[in-house]
């Protein structure tokens, strides 16, 4: 089992920044690719971005590169998502994945999932 938790959401205005963090316990964090997820009211959870377990490799969703920066600290048990340039269609319910699989999607067999926590973006 791996445990996640996620912190860092909150209100911020178009044009601002967030970093959300997930720090993680159970088994060994640096075996796993981790990843961000998020949901919108009414909407599917979507892929945002990705990492690889030794954080030299990540991926990201279209509509956040160049917005969004994803890290790990395998030291800490944590992996961030900085976001930047914040647009109010960025508002959603951010979740936190771990994976032995890169790279992984919200279907891929095995992924461990957080609380989730807000991000809500106003214009």
């Known amino acids: 089992q791996v445990q996640l938790v996620e912190s860092g959401g909150g209100l911020v205005q178009a044009g601002g920044s967030l970093r959300l963090s997930c720090a993680a316990s159970?088994?060994?964090?640096?075996?796993?690719?981790m990843g961000w997820f998020r949901q919108a009211p009414g909407k599917e959870r979507e892929f945002v971005a990705v990492i690889n377990s030794n954080g030299d490799r990540t991926y990201y969703a279209d509509s956040v590169k160049g917005r969004f920066t994803i890290s790990r600290d395998n030291a800490k048990n944590t992996v961030y998502l900085q976001m930047n340039s914040l647009k109010p269609e960025d508002t959603a319910v951010y979740y936190c994945a771990a994976s032995r699989q890169y790279p992984f999607t919200r279907t891929t067999l095995g992924v461990y999932w957080g609380q989730g926590t807000q991000v809500t973006v106003s214009s």
């Open positions: 159970g088994r060994t964090f640096n075996n796993y690719a």
